[in-house]
């Protein structure tokens, strides 16, 4: 790890946290893919001498959440079909439950600058283990991916159409942005 050790807060100002989601089921010509961005949200890094020494934590306000895209739909998503998707993301999705991330364990990838990250996501109060990849390079950056999988978090992915569109389980998650001051 080339970033010198020391304490990093990431958010919206220095980062881009995204949620992805897919489609699924009988139906599927007619939603979207989504694009989703997430607006209020804090990482803290504190990066130690050796990757095992380092610890990872992030908090997200549930409510921030906005569609920025959708793709491969029948029809394009317009602003009011964007809100439309936010708010139901908001009201039956996400409920405003809590949503927060800690490290329980990180390793170094073996010739490599990437962090392999282990911790615990608390998803509107089901905690489940999540593993991930990051990687920082020389200059500071940072990006990484993660793959949540909603049932495993008691979440039932939304459906609409009768249960003939559904959102595929597993989303995807993906950070990209630079450590302040590095």
Known sequence: MSTHPGRYTLGPDSAILKVWTGKEGK???????????????SATMEL????????????VSPRSLRVLAGSGGIQ????????????TIDDEVIKGGEIAFHSTGVHGVEG?????????????????????????????????????KQ????MEPYSA???TLKVKDEVRL???GKLPGA
Request: glycine share 12%.
């Open 112 to 148: 490599t600058h990437d962090l392999h990250v282990h911790g615990d996501l608390n998803l509107l109060g089901r905690t489940a283990p999540v593993a991930f990849t990051l990687a920082i390079d020389d200059n500071g950056s940072v990006n990484g991916e993660a793959l949540i």
């Open 174 to 176: 993906t950070v990209a």
């Open 161 to 163: 159409l009768f249960g």
């Open 27 to 41: 139906a599927a010509k007619a939603g979207h893919n989504l694009e989703i961005e997430v607006g209020d949200w």
């Open 151 to 154: 049932s495993d978090f008691g």
């Open 48 to 59: 130690g001498e050796t990757p095992e020494d380092t610890r990872l934590s992030l908090t």
């Open 76 to 87: 394009k998503l317009g602003d009011d079909d964007k809100a439309n998707i936010g708010k």
